[in-house]
């Protein structure tokens, strides 16, 4: 299952995120990073999957 949410993390960062810690705030600052731009709101969902980061 990790490596399908890395894949998503690299293509649908918040959709990661959100699997990852369901709708918490890491997923709010996910959304704004992935808006603000793509490459900050990748970093942080792969961030969440690799350190094992549950809500």
């Known amino acids: 299952m990790i490596i399908v949410k890395i894949i998503l993390a690299i293509f649908l960062p918040p959709l990661a995120a959100a699997l ?3 709708i ?11 808006f603000f ?3 900050p709101g990748m970093v942080h969902a ?3 999957i ?4 549950t809500a």
Do not use: A, E
């Open 20 to 22: 990852q810690v369901g």
């Open 24 to 34: 918490t705030t890491h997923f709010w600052i996910n959304l704004i990073l992935t």
């Open 37 to 39: 731009g793509y490459i």
């Open 46 to 48: 792969l961030w969440l």
């Open 50 to 53: 690799v350190t094992n980061k």
